[in-house]
């Protein structure tokens, strides 16, 4: 039997060229020109926040030109990445354009987005040292740096503040309570308390780590008020053995509400529960002296829970958990010989396996680096300051304007409002009208028990002028 190892005719077909290596320049220059043209002529296809036609024309354009996924043979580097980043870019809702404003996902900043560029060439996966060299320190000295911040002055009996990288606030907030879950294993079962206001992760969270029903505290004014967490924790104190977690919110999804996080801490200390913060949202305004007030109290939770990747400009993803002391870590530890193997500890190789649940994971933490190093604290909080304007100016055309009702004063960048007059069906269909001729893209959210549009400003560069425009769009489809 013969084993051929070259085809039957000529030379084979040189390989496709790495990204990392000496020769990674030479490499990907060419391949990026691609892609940026690609990005400015999907874009232009676009022609607004997001691809006109709803969810079957965008589906038949992309299926158009994937056409066979798996060709026999393929079409080479440039032609896929011309057709595919552009039809990407083409049915994409894009961040960047200021009337697209429904989620709290915001447009990178493009530092950042050139550093993951960096973070994907070399690929550094930070499960084992030996993977991940510089990586893994950066890490470690960036990390601390985030959350010595977060916390403020380091407390005596808490010296080393640190935090871990996660995939966002739903894996935040999974550790926090699994972390809360472990502290307290030999007491008993844990008791998880939230507003109303929490994100759906934070019941979920408790659902998969086999914890009793997270136990839900209304919140009729939007956050969490103290005299009713006050009856909660005395109730469950009564009722349910074991130790008690209670999650805070700074930064409500639907408005952007912060709780009172100080007079929250005083009940969690009178009754002896812990408390996690979810500052997912709002966390990143301890980067700005005029809005860190804010946040009074954040110091005092035993975790909180931070997503850069919202009022932070970071690429998908860039989540993290602060904890007060890397101690409180300790229960994450986890061992395996084929990475970090106890000699290899002793010998002094960091040992990274106790910094995330996953095992494979990417450096995240690289482009939240270069971002702090090129903008300083001063151009983060000229960002978050910015955008937390622009949302009062919105907010203040809305109250001028006699065709729309506005819910109330935004707290951080999320506001609410809605066409007067008009009905929950309404004001749906009026969304959909938008989305559909790819116009605008608002959220939604009911308070009060009512449904309003929801805008949520995170674009740093939007300007008095494109908040008139999305009010204009408004008012030509508004279903009355």
């Known amino acids: 039997m013969t084993i051929r190892t070259t085809p039957p005719h000529g030379t084979p077909p040189p390989l496709p060229p790495l990204a990392g290596g000496s020769g990674a320049a030479d490499a990907l220059r060419p391949l990026l020109d691609t892609v940026l043209d690609a990005l400015t002529t999907g874009a232009a296809a676009r022609g607004g926040p997001l691809p006109a036609g709803g969810p079957d024309a965008v589906t038949a354009r992309v299926r158009a030109a994937l056409g066979d996924v798996l060709p026999a043979r393929g079409s080479g580097d440039h032609e896929a990445l011309r057709t595919l980043v552009h039809v990407l870019a083409a049915g994409a809702a894009d961040p960047a354009d200021p009337l697209c404003a429904a989620h709290l996902h915001g447009p990178p900043l493009a530092v950042a987005v050139a ?10 996966s930070l499960d084992s040292w ?27 009996d808490a010296p080393h503040p640190d935090a871990l990288v996660t995939t966002g606030g739903t894996e935040a907030n999974q550790l926090a309570l699994l972390l809360a879950r472990e502290r307290h294993r030999a007491a008993g079962p844990l008791t998880v308390l939230h507003g109303a206001n ?39 104190r009564r009722t349910r053995p074991g130790p008690l977690l209670v999650t805070a919110t700074a930064g409500t999804t639907d408005a952007g509400l912060i709780d009172p996080l100080d007079a929250l801490a005083d009940q969690c200390a009178r009754h002896g529960a812990d408390l996690h913060v979810d500052a ?31 009022l932070g400009w970071q690429p998908v993803a860039a989540g993290l ?45 690289l482009k939240i680096a270069v971002t702090l190093r090129a903008l300083g604290r001063d151009g983060l ?63 939604r959210a009911t308070a009060d028990g009512r449904l309003w549009l929801k805008a949520t400003l995170l674009n740093p560069h939007t300007t008095t002028g494109d908040l008139a425009t999305l009010l204009t769009l408004l008012e030509g489809s508004t279903h009355r």
């Open 280 to 310: 997912a949202y709002g966390g990143a305004l301890a980067l700005s002296p005029r809005h860190r007030p804010l946040l009074s109290g954040l110091d005092r939770a035993r975790s909180l829970t931070l997503d850069l990747h919202k």
């Open 198 to 236: 929490a994100h759906h992760s934070v019941p979920r969270s408790a659902w998969l780590l086999g914890l009793p029903p997270a136990v839900e505290i209304p919140t009729p004014t939007g956050t969490l008020h103290p005299a009713d967490l006050d009856a909660a924790l005395a109730l469950a």
């Open 381 to 443: 909080a000229r960002l978050i300051d910015g955008t937390c304007a622009a949302a009062q100016q919105l907010a203040r055309l809305i109250d001028a304007h006699p065709g729309f009702e506005l819910h109330a004063p935004p707290t951080i960048s999320t506001v609410l409002f809605r066409p007067v007059p008009t009905d929950d069906a309404a004001l749906a269909a009026t969304r959909r009208t938008l989305l559909h001729g790819g116009r605008a893209v608002l959220g």
């Open 130 to 156: 030996d993977q991940a060299p510089a990586a893994s320190a950066i890490e470690a000295l960036v990390t601390r740096a985030l959350a010595a911040e977060l916390y403020g002055t380091p407390h005596p």
């Open 115 to 124: 550093a993951d560029l960096a973070a994907s060439a070399l690929n550094p």
């Open 321 to 365: 958990l602060a904890v007060p002391d890397a101690a409180l870590l300790t229960p994450l530890a986890h061992q395996a010989d084929y990475l970090n193997a106890t000699d290899d500890t002793e010998a002094g190789l960091p040992d990274l396996l106790g910094r995330s649940l996953r095992t494979t994971r990417r450096p995240d933490v």
